[in-house]
């Protein structure tokens, strides 16, 4: 194996050529790609650091400067290794073209992506996948490694460690569910952690906890509506694109499971649901939207080397296990898969609730999960699905530090609950109101990746208390058609505007809000106010620069300007510029600081000549 500097990045990159069918009982080769970043500190390593993606689709080196911020204070001391996993990035990324470029993968799509993959379609599987980590390790002389994965990557972390045991110094799984457990193939956890994601927000958000009924009752009369009057709809994505879809009750399931976009489905549905049935339905139709971009894993390019749908598919259809008997030809599967849905809905009606289990099943193929691989062929007995580990396997007892999102419903708490009692003296760690995956630099705080790397270090993860500390998220109110409609900002003292003034302060705060709820889901620094007007976003290491263009949040007020953000935490500062049908308009600078609770915004400037000084709740 030769190693040889990587282009563009400081580090060393190797192929090791590996059989594709360890065993010998299917023939041929895979190049297996890896880059390793050497300690940058004198002297030697202290040990090596392997980080791996999740998806399951996505190459561990093109999340490289994830991984690299989250480990960098290590480094000094440790390297740090990233493998693609066969199938992904550059070791063979699978591309089954028609299931790759689909809008919406279809159970047909996804079996003829397993017939095209002939006899290698097993070969795809997540053991074979922790063999090739463990081949590398042996090529390049590595006896121990600390091993980090986020979400599809603490499967396959979980997988390394029965196989591999001996190998391992530490484990941290971020975003982690377990490889087995009762009900696994239904997927049990995932409705209350959905359903519970939004009733905390709401409990711990005044204006929401005020109303009657938690969150779900809040949005309810919405999916009855939905349910007896679906329709067809429109409208634009966070990066401004008009998607078209079907408002149904499966749309809606969507946006409550996909946490796609996780902050603004979970700041703002509660609200859109209300002004759904008040006859407002732009913020609804929006979050759809938002969803279809959000669940779509596909780059613009459909490129497999950037995810790999077929990959994707071969690891969900050989490794999990499944609703129905895998070892069945797919014309009898299907049966099976009919008896055991008509079983669960007699036993188990509200296994998706408030959803029916037919309108779960509405939701994706890769979100639904449990009609995904009905039509993927047979894997032959050398190779049986659903058998990634023996049933008697034991967890290695080496220290295992688990990383769980309080909101996140799709690699829930509980699931990383089973995932930590798998190993002997396994912890597990809940980021209060935080989302999935929350180690690397996209969480809602620094404090996970605080307790990872301190866990790396000493094997402990110490004081966690940060992890209490992240504050509750701040939901919309409610949206409005007119300014009119909102509570005004609070006056201070210097303050001359009148009331509608100050309720045209209330709108602007909430249009820069917004706006800023769009940025972790925007990818082409482009997009559209939710009413009209258009957004720019121009980003460095520091902050995100945002010039706004007309943009209305309500009909009736157009805002204008720029937002400068740090991001999770620190000072946003902005100066907008308001203006209404009316002919008036003002100048107005706003502040407020991101990562604390109760964060007030702090509003100077004019309105017609009128002096402005107020303040009202941080968007």
Request: proline share 7%.
């Amino acid at each position: 194996m030769e190693l040889r500097p990587c282009a563009g990045v400081a580090a060393y990159c190797g192929k090791l050529d590996r059989p594709l069918d360890p065993t010998g009982a299917i023939p041929g080769r895979i190049s297996i790609h890896f880059e390793y970043y050497p300690h940058s500190g004198p002297g030697k390593a202290l040990g090596t650091v392997v980080a791996t993606e999740g998806g399951p689709g996505y190459p561990a080196t093109l999340s490289r400067d994830s991984y690299l911020a989250l480990f960098e204070p290590l480094r000094l001391r440790r390297d740090l290794l990233l493998m693609d996993n066969r199938g992904t990035g550059q070791s063979g990324a699978i591309d089954c073209r028609e299931l790759q470029s689909a809008e919406r993968w279809t159970v047909e799509l996804i079996g003829a992506c397993g017939e095209s993959l002939g006899a290698s379609a097993p070969l795809y599987s997540t053991a074979y996948a922790a063999d090739d980590l463990a081949a590398i390790l042996e090529e390049l002389d590595i006896h121990r490694i600390d091993l980090y994965g986020d979400s599809y990557g603490t499967y396959f972390e979980q997988v390394f460690a029965v196989h591999h045991p001996q190998v391992l110094r530490s484990i941290v799984l971020d975003g982690a569910y377990p490889l087995n457990g009762p009900d696994y193939a239904w997927y049990p956890s995932y409705a209350p952690a959905m359903r519970e994601k939004f009733n905390i927000a709401c409990r711990r958000f005044e204006p929401c906890a005020k109303l009657p009924g938690n969150s779900i009752e809040h949005i309810l009369p919405v999916l009855e509506q939905l349910r007896s009057h679906p329709y067809p709809a429109s409208a634009a994505d966070s990066d401004g694109r008009q998607r078209k879809f079907t408002a149904d009750a499966s749309q809606l399931a969507i946006v409550m499971y996909g946490s796609a976009p996780a902050f603004a489905t979970s700041r703002e549905l509660d609200a859109a649901a209300r002004a759904f049935m008040g006859g407002d339905r732009a913020p609804m139709l929006r979050l759809m939207a938002e969803t279809v971009s959000g669940v779509d894993s596909r780059d613009p390019r459909a490129d497999p080397t950037v995810w790999s749908a077929g990959l994707s598919a071969a690891a969900m259809c050989q490794d999990p296990p499944q609703i129905f008997d895998m070892r069945l030809a797919p014309v009898l599967r299907r049966a099976d898969r009919d008896r055991a849905i008509a079983e669960r809905k007699r036993v188990h009606p509200d296994t998706y609730a408030p959803f029916t289990i037919d309108e779960y099943r509405g939701m994706p193929l890769d979100y639904s999960f449990i009609d995904q691989c009905v039509e993927w062929p047979v894997s032959p007995p050398s190779h049986p699905a659903s058998h990634v580990v023996a049933d008697d396997a034991h967890y290695p007892d080496v220290p295992a530090l688990v990383i769980s999102g309080e909101l996140d419903n799709i690699t829930t708490s509980s699931d990383g609950a089973a995932a930590a009692a798998a190993f002997k003296h396994g912890v597990q760690i809940r980021i209060a109101n935080s989302f999935h995956v929350n180690a690397l630099p996209h969480a809602r705080s620094g404090c996970a990746a605080g307790l990872v790397r301190r866990f790396v270090d000493t094997l402990s993860p110490g004081d966690a208390a940060c992890a209490t500390a992240v504050p509750p998220l701040r939901l919309v109110p409610r949206f409005a058609v007119h300014a009119s409609e909102l509570d005004p900002a609070a006056a201070l003292p210097g303050n001359h505007a009148g009331t509608a003034q100050l309720r045209w302060i209330s709108a602007a705060i909430m249009t820069a809000g917004d706006v800023l709820a769009r940025l972790g889901s925007n990818t082409t620094g482009e997009g559209v106010g939710l009413r009209g007007g258009n957004f720019h976003l121009l980003k460095d290491a520091s902050l995100t620069r945002i010039r706004l263009d007309h943009v209305r949040w309500t009909e009736d007020l157009s805002v204008s300007g720029q937002i400068d953000t740090p991001g999770r935490s620190g000072m946003v500062h902005a100066r907008l510029e308001v203006s209404a049908p009316d002919g008036s308009s003002g100048k107005l600078r706003v502040e407020w600081r991101e990562g604390v609770a109760d964060a007030r915004a702090l509003i100077e400037g004019s309105i017609d000549g009128a002096a402005v000084r107020a303040e009202t709740s941080a968007p």
